[in-house]
């Protein structure tokens, strides 16, 4: 063998191996669908991609994250989950509430789906079999229990124990208004009457909240909704504009000037969220990751709105308080 043909046969089969290498590096690419509600991520989004880097998944090393965002039109979401079925990827995290869930859903039925802040009732809307085996390909955390309803109010009333009518401020977006039972039976049990006002754009917010004042609603409970969310802070000018108190599900509704907040988590929520995604993307069936319910609920007051409204807290509901803003 001349010196040409060895050289050669070095340089071929460095050029065969290096192949080899990018293409096993591209096969192990793993690629997690996300559909967002806004037009960025959250901070809710940014834990999430956090625990997923925690685990050992980095984008553009051994993991690509396709985004899609809604751009607050729910409408969307079919095409946009669409979109991610044929981009085959591995996972699907609908995280835009009950529309984007079902948008995923209807999608497909073989890519696994990780649900989070988007079903309080997976099995009554028949996404799951079980909590503790979902069998299909759902899985993920249910946002809160039937009975946090009953539970909003009944801190709403503590905090302001005259409130003889409380208005239930709901995402139409997301189907038609329906009273839990919880929340039916701690309403009678307070001897207060619940009005529902349904919303389905930003536009509809200062019209709803006046109309709720005209009814003599006394407080409201924000139902959780990305739309909600996203407009924390509107919605929070206008009820202190009208001055009305308000309880919501996210601390984030809080911190932008709503009375009161009490729910999971969130950003714990997502974490979670990135749990499960580790897992299927190592190779576990859906429906076998039993589904999970929050197991922690943040109460937080914001003494500023208090003040606003012309409210004091009672000092033993300040002492249950996870956090008070000053």
């Keep these: 063998m001349n010196r040409r043909t060895f050289i050669g046969g070095v340089v071929g089969s460095l050029i065969a191996w290096s192949s080899a290498a990018v293409g096993q590096q591209v096969r ?16 809710a989004f940014v834990a999430f991609e956090e625990e997923l880097r925690a685990l050992g998944w980095f984008e553009g090393r051994n993991l690509l ?9 729910a409408e969307q979401y079919g095409v946009l989950a669409a979109e991610l079925v044929r981009l085959n990827v591995d996972v699907i995290v609908p ?38 085996h979902p069998g299909g390909n ?19 009333k503590e905090a302001v124990p005259a409130v003889s009518r409380v208005g239930i401020l709901w995402d139409a977006t997301t189907g038609p208004y329906r009273a839990t039972k919880e929340i039916d039976t701690s309403a009678r049990f307070r001897r207060v009457e619940i009005l529902p006002f349904e919303v389905r754009e930003r536009a509809d917010f200062e019209r709803v909240i006046a109309d709720a004042t005209k009814a003599r ?28 108190p308000a309880i919501g599900l996210w601390r984030s509704q809080a911190d932008a000037g709503a009375l009161m907040a009490y729910g999971p988590s969130l950003t714990n929520e997502f974490r979670s969220a990135a749990i499960y995604v580790d897992k299927i993307l190592k190779g576990a069936n859906p429906g076998d990751l039993p589904v999970e319910e ?13 003040k606003a409204l012309g409210l004091t807290i009672p000092q033993s509901l300040l002492l249950r308080a996870d956090e008070v803003i000053q």
């Design 217 to 244: 609603v006394g407080g409201l409970v924000v139902v959780g909704s990305p739309m909600f969310v996203r407009y924390r802070s509107d919605i929070a000018d206008l009820l202190i504009k009208q001055r009305l």
């Design 95 to 132: 995280a835009g509430g009950p529309a984007s869930l079902q948008a995923a859903r209807e999608a497909t039925k073989t890519i696994p789906i990780v649900m989070v802040a988007s079903s309080r009732n997976p099995i009554g809307e028949g996404l799951i079999k079980s909590f503790a």
């Design 294 to 306: 929050p197991t922690k609920y943040e109460l937080v007051i914001n003494l500023k709105t208090a």
């Design 65 to 73: 994250i396709d985004r899609r965002y809604a751009e607050g039109r």
């Design 138 to 156: 759902i899985t993920g955390l249910a946002t809160a229990p039937a009975e946090l309803g009953g539970k909003q109010l009944e801190l709403l």
């Design 28 to 43: 192990k690419l793993a690629r997690v669908g996300v559909l967002s509600p806004g037009s960025t991520g959250s901070g």
